[in-house]
């Protein structure tokens, strides 16, 4: 029972991180301003989606590329 639980709580944890993390993403100001012409640019073929990923994380990590 107590495996279980602890499995379940890390399960918890990690479920907790992901949904912060994506929130801070997705509502991140130069995230924000960029998603939009990079997912039209991604819909259209003019970069890969591997391309516009890279550039929205750089953003949110404040990489220069």
């Known amino acids: 029972w ?3 639980r602890g499995r379940q709580q890390s399960n918890w944890m990690w479920k907790m991180l992901h949904e912060e993390l994506f929130t ?3 509502t991140h100001p130069r995230v924000k301003k ?4 990079l ?3 991604v819909r259209s073929g003019t ?3 591997s391309a ?3 550039k929205l994380l750089s953003e ?5 590329e």
Not at 60 to 64: D, I, Q, V
């Open 39 to 41: 997912e039209s640019q």
């Open 24 to 26: 801070q993403f997705e």
């Open 47 to 49: 970069i890969t989606a």
């Open 52 to 54: 516009a990923a890279s």
């Open 2 to 4: 107590e495996d279980k």
């Open 34 to 37: 960029l998603l939009p012409l």
């Open 60 to 64: 949110f990590l404040h990489k220069a």
